[in-house]
């Protein structure tokens, strides 16, 4: 019997996430079987039992694997906050960076695609639902927490509550990806993003990082009586 390896036992396991990806896809994750993911994959059933308990821990490896570096760099963000020369830019760059991952990276999209419209919360997948939200608290938690280091750096105060703030912000990304997704060539996902997260941060009271306010059109000249 051939000996299998931790690279051969990684190589089937990605094997499997990738054929879930466009199976979700193309299909709908409800209509897809793991043994649609199996054979799709070139391997067995017993493989993606190996590697997976089911079809929820499947998708929520599946996701990870393009929100992971996006949850550890907002991470990063929230516990350095203090430390960090200007929180609400490094905020809002990251805001920007998961944007632009969406709107120029194939995989990005695609999971984010599954995530948004090609999922139901039924009873199989109660853990997927689970670990949305349990992502989305995180999110909101750790923007907060940025914000409030870049409110103590400006000496303002907002017109809402903090955490009213964290969760506008959070809003404000989730909804543009998917609508954006709906319909890619609508409107241009980073620049509208850009330019919404900076007309928020300026309502807010923030008077720097790009925040700035919206330009107001030139007054029209009057016209001689």
């Not at 054979?39 to 996701?63: C, E, P, S």
């Amino acid at each position: 019997m051939v000996r299998r390896t931790k690279a051969d036992a990684l190589a089937t396991r990605n094997s499997l996430l990738d054929a879930a990806e466009l199976l979700f896809q193309a299909n709908g994750v409800s209509r897809t079987s793991l043994n649609d993911i199996a054979v799709a994959a070139g391997t067995t059933r017993g493989a993606i039992y190996w590697h997976f308990k089911d079809k929820a821990d499947l998708f929520n490896a599946m996701m990870e694997r393009v929100t992971m570096p996006l949850e550890s760099t907002l991470a990063g963000t929230a516990c350095n906050a203090s430390t960090i020369d200007d929180p609400l830019l490094s905020l809002r760059d990251l805001m920007m960076a998961a944007l632009r991952q969406t709107a120029t990276d194939e995989q990005t999209r695609r999971v984010f695609e599954v995530a948004t419209h090609k999922v139901e919360y039924v009873t199989e997948m109660q853990a997927v639902r689970d670990r949305h939200l349990q992502v989305r608290n995180q999110c909101v938690a750790m923007t907060e927490k940025a914000l409030h280091e870049a409110v103590v750096r400006e000496g303002i105060l907002l017109p809402i509550p903090l955490s009213t703030a964290a969760l506008g912000l959070h809003v404000i990304i989730d909804g543009l990806i998917q609508n954006w997704l709906l319909d890619p060539q609508a409107f241009d996902l980073e620049e509208s993003g850009r330019d919404t997260v900076d007309v928020y941060f300026a309502g807010l009271g923030f008077s720097h990082s790009g925040a700035q306010a919206p330009h107001q059109p030139a007054p029209a000249h009057e016209m001689p009586a």
